[in-house]
């Protein structure tokens, strides 16, 4: 069965720091892997995926991630911060054939502190 | 482009009372999906549509909703008989292939 793990709940990180935010998948078969942001109150922004090809990724807004199959990790990353960046973020898995739905972590919420 | 609508925003409803949503995906998406969210999860998939044919159901969907997408273009979401139990974010979604969604902003449902 999919599933998805997001260890963190809560990061807080200054203003300019870098960023790090883990992504654990368990998947049978080759994932398609997701990250997806939302603000407050709002719906969730596509910020980058990964199908197959180079392992890393480079989304919007400065955001990049990368996939380890051999620790079936996708962590999202981001060397500078900026305080538009608080929000919460969702990584999420899809399968490669017959892709009928995401499976989403429990999302990690960012704080950025000035 | 206008991206994905749904509508209304917001709505609160007494407790068995019906309600209806609606989503408008981006017109040359294939693909329809609604999610619900609850407060610190992430969104849970609830159904699945290609063009007009609902191809997947999750075990969440009780009896009690029902979905629709007349025509391949717009989608409803109904709820009969609602319990406190369905507050939540209902989260509209349409893609082209499976390739990444584009999100509307939600439906938030409060059952008092």
């Known amino acids: 069965a999919q599933s998805v793990t997001q260890p963190d709940i809560h990061i807080t990180v200054s203003e300019g720091a870098s960023l790090e935010l883990r992504c654990n998948y368990s998947?049978?078969?080759?994932?398609?892997l997701f990250w997806y942001v939302q603000s407050p109150g709002q719906g969730l922004q596509l910020l980058l995926k990964?199908?197959?090809?180079?392992?890393l990724v480079q989304g919007i807004k400065g955001f990049e991630a990368e996939f380890k199959r051999s620790q079936s990790s996708f962590n999202l990353r981001k060397p500078s911060v900026h305080w538009s960046d608080a929000a919460e973020y969702f990584c999420?898995?899809?399968?490669?054939?017959?892709?009928?739905?995401?499976?989403f972590g429990t999302g990690t919420r960012l704080t950025v502190i000035p | 482009d206008t991206g994905v609508s749904q509508d209304p925003r917001h709505k609160i409803t007494k407790r068995g009372q019906n309600v209806t949503f609606r989503c408008d995906p981006i017109s040359e998406h294939n693909r329809l999906y609604w999610y619900r969210q609850t407060l610190g999860q992430g969104p849970e998939f609830l159904t699945y549509f290609q063009n007009e044919a609902q191809l997947e159901k999750s075990r969440l969907l009780s009896d009690r909703f029902s979905a629709e997408r007349p025509k391949g273009s717009f989608s409803t979401l109904e709820i009969q008989r609602t319990e406190q139990g369905d507050s939540a974010m209902y989260l509209c979604?349409?893609?082209?292939?499976?390739?990444?969604?584009?999100f509307g902003s939600g439906t938030r449902l409060t059952v008092v």
């Open positions: 998947y049978g078969a080759t994932p398609y």
């Open positions: 990964y199908f197959s090809g180079d392992t």
């Open positions: 999420a898995v899809g399968a490669v054939a017959g892709a009928n739905n995401h499976f």
């Open positions: 979604a349409s893609s082209l292939e499976a390739r990444g969604y584009t």
